[in-house]
Nanobody
Framework: QVQLVESGGGEVPPGGSLTLSCTTS????????MTWLRHHPRRGIEWLSSISSAGDDVAYADSVKGRFTITRDYANAALSLQMNVLPPDDAAVYRC???????????????????WGRGTQVTVSS
């Protein structure tokens, strides 16, 4: 079965950086686009970024563009999210997701996500 397991969350000071990872199994990672999202305590579910199956196309929400970088590691079937210059408002539970096959790029709607991980907590606090 599909499994998505996030890691790398933690507490950082404002302006800090974190790299999140999502290990995957149960599907063909190399032919599947992937997505990062977060569950914000006030704003709810927010799409953050997607990467194509080949890794040659990426998309970001305006709120994280220029600060976050999505990458994928085919050898380890893993997805990463490098996050820089984190303000307190970026505190949330971060989750990776596998989009529904054939759904529209950049898979920004929660209705296009077939499987989600449980998430990893990111806290931004001084």
């Amino acid at each position: 079965q599909v499994q998505l397991v996030e890691s790398g969350g933690g507490e950082v000071p404002p302006g800090g950086s974190l790299t999140l990872s999502c290990t995957t199994s149960g599907f063909t990672f190399s032919t599947t686009p992937m997505t990062w999202l977060r569950h914000h305590p006030r704003r709810g579910i927010e799409w953050l970024s997607s990467i194509s199956s080949a890794g040659d196309d990426v998309a970001y929400a305006d709120s994280v563009k220029g600060r976050f970088t999505i990458t994928r590691d085919y050898a380890n079937a893993a997805l990463s999210l490098q996050m820089n210059v984190l303000p307190p408002d970026d505190a949330a539970v971060y989750r990776c997701a596998q989009p529904i096959t054939g759904s529209t790029w950049p898979h920004a709607s929660e209705y296009t996500w077939a499987y989600w991980g449980r998430g990893t907590q990111v806290t931004v606090s001084s």
